[in-house]
């Protein structure tokens, strides 16, 4: 049985839950996306095991609202609060360089610390997320799910999870278009959705070629969101990987996780 640790710290004025698994290894932290219900074992409990065999592995709940972190301290700053929140974790824990990445909005999480402090950076893992491609407004994330809203859970839910959500819940009937509207912009807590102000400055396009660390570029197949952006991102970047997981979709960490582990061991051994 895997050894999870439950753990909490401090981060700043808020208290911080994450799990660990692993001995003495080289860090490897990992952030989650923010779908309702994320935490960091949730999203990568199935992979830790494995990888602790190398690593110290670390995976955060993330600020705003999820897993067993401080549910009060306001996220006010969005994807920024969580970078912020990550800084603070490997500075209160004196990891001084790791292995960082994450999965969708924890993968924005990622690419933006690994921008702001190259030197704590050894490698980046970017998973199921256009994060360094120009990001949608609010008003263009609202009105996305909306429309896909109108056409039925089904055309929301299917390229960006795949067959790993349950399908009696893919076939319920969608909530009313003024509630989900009300739902999105009541809820900064969950990423950059209603922190319009916190949008500035996540357009990574122009920043891509100053990564200097070894990228991994990971992307469900039916993934609906990503791997377009992915792709181009992987192209302009030399030195970095693609990696696509067939059948898998946004959520590919959990989705294929035998296959998603072994594609962060060949890249981590690289």
Known sequence: MADFRSR?????????????????????????????????????????????????????????????????????????????????????????RAVVGGNSQGAWVAAKYALQHPDRVDRVIVCDSPCMSTP??????????VVAQQQGMEALVEPTIGRWFPPETVARKPPHLDKVRQMIRATPVNGFIGCSAALADHDYNSKVETVTRPVLFMVGEKDGTAPAAMKAMHARLKGSRYVELPGAGHISNMDRPAEFTRAVEEFLAA
């Open 136 to 145: 949608a407004s609010s008003a263009q994330w609202e009105e996305r799910i």
């Open 8 to 96: 909490n710290v401090m981060t700043g004025r808020f208290r911080t839950h994450y799990t660990e698994c692993g001995g003495n290894g080289p860090a490897l932290v990992l952030c989650h996306g923010g779908g309702p219900g994320s935490s960091g074992e949730a999203g990568f409990g199935q992979l830790m095991p494995t990888l602790a065999t190398k690593f110290q592995v670390y995976a955060l709940d993330s600020v705003g609202g999820f897993g067993e972190t401080d549910p009060y301290y306001p996220a006010s700053e969005g994807v920024q609060s969580r970078v912020d929140q990550l800084e603070a974790f490997m500075d209160t824990l004196c990891i001084e």
